[in-house]
């Protein structure tokens, strides 16, 4: 059960790493493409430097951040409906918690087998990406991965649920 455990907050800790530098990319890419658009702007077109991409950049980092923060924080992605769960035994709550953890395992698995397909179609097909040019393979692969890090992080959390009855309460932790 403890390797279990320590798995687990391996990956997350893996997922939110990844999650971070994506959103860390996107900020800079972001800062860069503005402010190149306004100096743009001021020199009124001498300096024609811009970001080339920039919108695909930012779109596909945005894919992986929040791949990478559904991996790391399945745990405590369900919503809690106080008008429905207040009265039911804190057993039956971390029971239908194990049972969504399952449901997650099974989309991550849906979700990589679909990014791991299209990741080798874009192989075989040289599916490039609109404005850079960049192959798509190596994009499916990385989403694919980050979705079989969800499904593992969903099974393993799954599985302590239903051995501990022990979970992530909303409820109880006013967060």
């Given amino acids: 059960m403890n390797a279990m455990v320590r798995l ?3 990956i ?22 503005v402010s190149t658009r306004y100096i743009f702007k001021l020199t009124g077109g ?3 430097f811009t970001v080339k991409g920039g919108v695909e950049i930012v779109s596909y980092f945005m894919l992986f951040a929040l791949l990478a923060a ?3 924080y399945v745990e405590r992605s369900q ?3 106080d008008v429905f769960t207040q009265k039911m035994p804190k057993a ?8 969504f953890m399952l449901g997650f395992f099974l989309l991550g698995l849906v979700f990589t087998w679909g990014l791991y397909e299209s990741a ?3 192989m075989e097909f040289g599916k490039v990406t609109q404005d850079l040019r960049v192959s798509m393979m190596p994009i499916y692969l990385a989403s694919a991965v980050l979705s079989l890090l969800l499904a593992i992080r969903a099974l393993i959390e799954s599985i302590i649920i239903f051995k501990t009855g022990e979970f992530y309460d909303a409820e109880e932790t006013n967060s």
């Fill in 8 to 10: 687990s907050n391996l």
């Fill in 12 to 33: 997350s800790r893996v997922c939110q790493f990844i999650g971070g530098m994506s959103l860390v990319i996107i900020v800079l890419v972001t800062i860069v493409d």
């Fill in 46 to 48: 001498e300096m024609g």
């Fill in 70 to 72: 559904f991996a790391a």
């Fill in 79 to 81: 919503i809690i409906v």
């Fill in 92 to 99: 039956i709550k971390g029971y239908m918690m194990a049972v």
């Fill in 120 to 122: 080798i179609d874009a």
